[in-house]
Protein backbone atom coordinates (compact mmCIF):
# COMPACT_ATOMS: atom_id res chain seq x y z
CA UNK A 1 0.00 0.00 0.00
CA UNK A 2 1.05 3.94 -0.18
CA UNK A 3 1.35 4.18 3.71
CA UNK A 4 1.24 2.56 6.69
CA UNK A 5 -2.27 0.92 7.50
CA UNK A 6 -3.42 0.03 11.11
CA UNK A 7 -6.96 -1.52 11.93
CA UNK A 8 -9.20 -0.98 13.68
CA UNK A 9 -9.11 2.83 13.67
CA UNK A 10 -11.39 2.50 16.59
CA UNK A 11 -11.68 0.27 19.41
CA UNK A 12 -14.01 -0.20 22.31
CA UNK A 13 -13.34 -3.04 24.42
CA UNK A 14 -14.53 -4.39 28.21
CA UNK A 15 -12.27 -4.48 30.77
CA UNK A 16 -10.60 -7.96 31.01
CA UNK A 17 -11.40 -8.48 27.27
CA UNK A 18 -8.56 -9.48 24.94
CA UNK A 19 -7.59 -7.19 21.96
CA UNK A 20 -5.62 -7.52 18.58
CA UNK A 21 -4.74 -4.65 16.83
CA UNK A 22 -3.00 -4.63 13.18
CA UNK A 23 -0.81 -3.18 11.54
CA UNK A 24 0.50 -3.18 7.99
CA UNK A 25 3.76 -1.61 7.37
CA UNK A 26 4.69 0.21 3.51
CA UNK A 27 5.43 -2.69 1.33
CA UNK A 28 9.47 -3.67 1.60
CA UNK A 29 10.13 -1.71 4.63
CA UNK A 30 11.85 -4.14 7.45
CA UNK A 31 11.81 -2.30 10.46
CA UNK A 32 8.55 -1.80 12.03
CA UNK A 33 7.51 -0.39 15.48
CA UNK A 34 4.96 -0.03 17.51
CA UNK A 35 4.48 2.94 20.37
CA UNK A 36 1.50 4.30 22.61
CA UNK A 37 0.22 7.36 22.83
CA UNK A 38 -1.98 8.09 26.26
CA UNK A 39 -3.97 11.47 26.28
CA UNK A 40 -1.91 14.56 25.87
CA UNK A 41 1.16 12.62 26.16
CA UNK A 42 3.90 11.60 24.85
CA UNK A 43 5.13 8.42 22.69
CA UNK A 44 5.82 5.88 24.76
CA UNK A 45 7.92 2.97 22.65
CA UNK A 46 6.74 -0.92 22.58
CA UNK A 47 8.19 -3.04 20.93
CA UNK A 48 10.85 -2.67 17.30
CA UNK A 49 11.24 -5.21 14.89
CA UNK A 50 13.56 -5.41 12.24
CA UNK A 51 14.41 -8.08 9.34
CA UNK A 52 15.12 -11.30 11.04
CA UNK A 53 16.33 -10.22 13.72
CA UNK A 54 14.71 -10.85 17.84
CA UNK A 55 12.87 -8.39 18.14
CA UNK A 56 13.28 -5.08 20.71
CA UNK A 57 10.87 -6.01 23.56
CA UNK A 58 12.31 -3.68 26.22
CA UNK A 59 9.28 -1.01 25.81
CA UNK A 60 6.11 -3.57 26.51
CA UNK A 61 4.86 -2.34 30.15
CA UNK A 62 3.70 -5.96 31.29
CA UNK A 63 3.38 -9.74 30.09
CA UNK A 64 -0.15 -9.37 28.67
CA UNK A 65 1.67 -6.77 26.16
CA UNK A 66 2.85 -8.95 23.46
CA UNK A 67 3.35 -8.56 19.53
CA UNK A 68 4.53 -10.73 16.53
CA UNK A 69 5.28 -10.10 12.88
CA UNK A 70 4.76 -12.73 10.31
CA UNK A 71 6.97 -13.04 7.03
CA UNK A 72 8.54 -9.65 7.67
CA UNK A 73 5.63 -7.57 6.85
CA UNK A 74 1.88 -7.69 9.15
CA UNK A 75 2.53 -7.37 12.23
CA UNK A 76 -0.17 -7.68 15.70
CA UNK A 77 -0.51 -6.03 18.73
CA UNK A 78 -2.14 -8.09 21.63
CA UNK A 79 -3.01 -7.16 24.44
CA UNK A 80 -4.72 -9.89 26.84
CA UNK A 81 -6.97 -8.88 29.76
CA UNK A 82 -7.24 -5.54 29.37
CA UNK A 83 -7.15 -2.61 31.71
CA UNK A 84 -8.81 0.84 31.93
CA UNK A 85 -5.28 2.37 31.55
CA UNK A 86 -5.02 0.33 28.81
CA UNK A 87 -6.66 2.98 26.80
CA UNK A 88 -4.70 5.04 24.86
CA UNK A 89 -3.65 5.55 20.75
CA UNK A 90 -1.59 2.67 19.42
CA UNK A 91 0.86 4.55 16.64
CA UNK A 92 2.75 1.42 14.42
CA UNK A 93 5.53 3.18 12.14
CA UNK A 94 7.87 1.22 9.62
CA UNK A 95 10.64 1.84 7.94
CA UNK A 96 13.06 1.01 5.14
CA UNK A 97 16.09 0.19 7.31
CA UNK A 98 17.62 0.69 10.60
CA UNK A 99 18.99 3.79 9.45
CA UNK A 100 16.29 5.61 7.35
CA UNK A 101 12.96 8.04 8.35
CA UNK A 102 10.10 6.05 10.04
CA UNK A 103 6.48 6.48 8.46
CA UNK A 104 3.34 6.41 10.51
CA UNK A 105 -0.16 5.12 10.15
CA UNK A 106 -2.92 6.39 11.77
CA UNK A 107 -3.04 4.66 15.08
CA UNK A 108 -5.96 2.73 16.67
CA UNK A 109 -7.38 4.30 19.39
CA UNK A 110 -8.06 1.94 22.24
CA UNK A 111 -10.77 2.54 25.32
CA UNK A 112 -11.32 0.01 28.15
CA UNK A 113 -14.29 0.65 29.48
CA UNK B 1 19.81 5.95 27.70
CA UNK B 2 19.04 8.30 25.81
CA UNK B 3 16.26 10.92 26.71
CA UNK B 4 14.63 13.44 24.65
CA UNK B 5 13.07 16.55 26.61
CA UNK B 6 11.04 19.80 25.43
CA UNK B 7 10.38 21.98 27.58
CA UNK B 8 7.53 23.98 25.96
CA UNK B 9 4.80 22.19 26.97
CA UNK B 10 2.44 24.96 24.39
CA UNK B 11 3.43 27.81 22.13
CA UNK B 12 1.19 30.38 20.13
CA UNK B 13 2.19 32.18 17.75
CA UNK B 14 0.81 34.66 14.94
CA UNK B 15 0.14 33.70 11.82
CA UNK B 16 2.93 34.98 9.40
CA UNK B 17 4.98 35.37 12.36
CA UNK B 18 7.81 33.31 13.39
CA UNK B 19 8.06 30.31 16.21
CA UNK B 20 11.12 28.71 17.63
CA UNK B 21 10.66 24.86 19.24
CA UNK B 22 13.11 24.18 21.77
CA UNK B 23 14.46 20.60 21.88
CA UNK B 24 17.07 18.95 24.26
CA UNK B 25 18.47 15.39 24.29
CA UNK B 26 21.32 13.31 26.08
CA UNK B 27 23.49 10.57 24.99
CA UNK B 28 26.88 9.18 24.49
CA UNK B 29 26.56 8.49 21.08
CA UNK B 30 28.70 10.71 18.25
CA UNK B 31 26.50 9.55 15.60
CA UNK B 32 23.03 9.65 15.82
CA UNK B 33 19.73 11.34 13.39
CA UNK B 34 17.61 14.17 15.15
CA UNK B 35 13.83 14.83 13.74
CA UNK B 36 11.01 16.77 14.65
CA UNK B 37 7.62 15.32 13.77
CA UNK B 38 3.97 16.97 13.41
CA UNK B 39 0.77 15.37 14.88
CA UNK B 40 -1.93 17.20 13.42
CA UNK B 41 -5.94 15.82 15.30
CA UNK B 42 -5.66 13.45 12.57
CA UNK B 43 -3.01 11.27 15.50
CA UNK B 44 -0.69 10.69 11.45
CA UNK B 45 2.81 11.73 12.85
CA UNK B 46 4.34 13.53 9.63
CA UNK B 47 7.96 13.81 9.27
CA UNK B 48 8.88 17.53 9.01
CA UNK B 49 12.75 17.24 9.14
CA UNK B 50 16.04 15.28 9.56
CA UNK B 51 19.22 16.24 10.68
CA UNK B 52 22.27 13.96 10.80
CA UNK B 53 24.49 14.41 13.88
CA UNK B 54 28.03 14.21 11.55
CA UNK B 55 26.65 17.18 9.66
CA UNK B 56 27.41 20.41 10.63
CA UNK B 57 25.04 22.62 8.36
CA UNK B 58 21.52 22.75 9.60
CA UNK B 59 18.73 20.80 7.78
CA UNK B 60 16.26 23.17 6.21
CA UNK B 61 12.74 22.33 4.81
CA UNK B 62 10.98 25.30 3.12
CA UNK B 63 9.69 27.19 5.79
CA UNK B 64 10.82 24.70 8.40
CA UNK B 65 14.76 24.86 9.91
CA UNK B 66 16.58 23.43 12.71
CA UNK B 67 19.44 24.82 14.82
CA UNK B 68 21.52 21.92 15.87
CA UNK B 69 23.97 22.70 18.11
CA UNK B 70 25.57 19.20 18.68
CA UNK B 71 28.30 20.07 21.76
CA UNK B 72 24.95 21.73 23.36
CA UNK B 73 22.95 18.75 22.45
CA UNK B 74 20.04 21.37 21.36
CA UNK B 75 17.83 21.06 18.33
CA UNK B 76 15.43 23.59 17.74
CA UNK B 77 12.63 23.81 15.20
CA UNK B 78 11.89 27.62 13.69
CA UNK B 79 8.79 27.67 11.20
CA UNK B 80 8.43 30.87 9.12
CA UNK B 81 5.59 32.49 8.09
CA UNK B 82 3.56 30.35 10.12
CA UNK B 83 0.40 29.36 8.52
CA UNK B 84 -2.59 28.32 10.34
CA UNK B 85 -2.23 24.56 8.83
CA UNK B 86 0.82 24.56 11.28
CA UNK B 87 -1.59 24.37 14.00
CA UNK B 88 -0.07 20.79 15.37
CA UNK B 89 1.84 18.88 18.02
CA UNK B 90 5.22 19.15 17.07
CA UNK B 91 7.76 15.71 18.49
CA UNK B 92 11.49 15.75 18.50
CA UNK B 93 13.07 12.31 18.04
CA UNK B 94 16.35 10.65 18.24
CA UNK B 95 17.54 7.76 17.10
CA UNK B 96 21.11 6.26 17.16
CA UNK B 97 23.03 5.46 14.28
CA UNK B 98 23.81 1.93 15.66
CA UNK B 99 21.81 -1.07 14.42
CA UNK B 100 21.47 -2.00 17.76
CA UNK B 101 18.41 -0.57 19.91
CA UNK B 102 17.43 1.68 17.10
CA UNK B 103 14.10 2.91 18.02
CA UNK B 104 12.86 6.49 18.08
CA UNK B 105 13.23 8.24 21.32
CA UNK B 106 10.55 11.33 21.62
CA UNK B 107 10.31 13.95 23.35
CA UNK B 108 6.91 14.83 25.32
CA UNK B 109 5.68 17.17 22.56
CA UNK B 110 4.93 20.97 22.31
CA UNK B 111 1.31 22.05 21.22
CA UNK B 112 1.97 25.09 18.46
CA UNK B 113 -1.62 27.32 18.25
CA UNK B 114 -1.32 29.51 15.13
CA UNK B 115 -3.72 32.58 15.82
CA UNK B 116 -5.30 34.43 12.68
Known amino acids: GAGVSQSPSNKVTEKGKDVELRCDPI?????LYWYRQSLGQGLEFLIY????????KSGLPSDRFSAERTGGSVSTLTIQRTQQEDSAVYLC???????????FGQGTRLTVV | AQTVTQSQPEMSVQEAETVTLSCTYD???????LFWYKQPPSRQMILVIR??????QNATENRFSVNFQKAAKSFSLKISDSQLGDAAMYFC?????????????FGGGTRVLVKP
Open chain 2, 93 to 105: AYRSAQAAGNKLT
Open chain 2, 27 to 33: TSESDYY
Open chain 2, 51 to 56: QEAYKQ
Open chain 1, 49 to 56: FQGNSAPD
Open chain 1, 27 to 31: SGHTA
Open chain 1, 93 to 103: ASSLGWATEAF
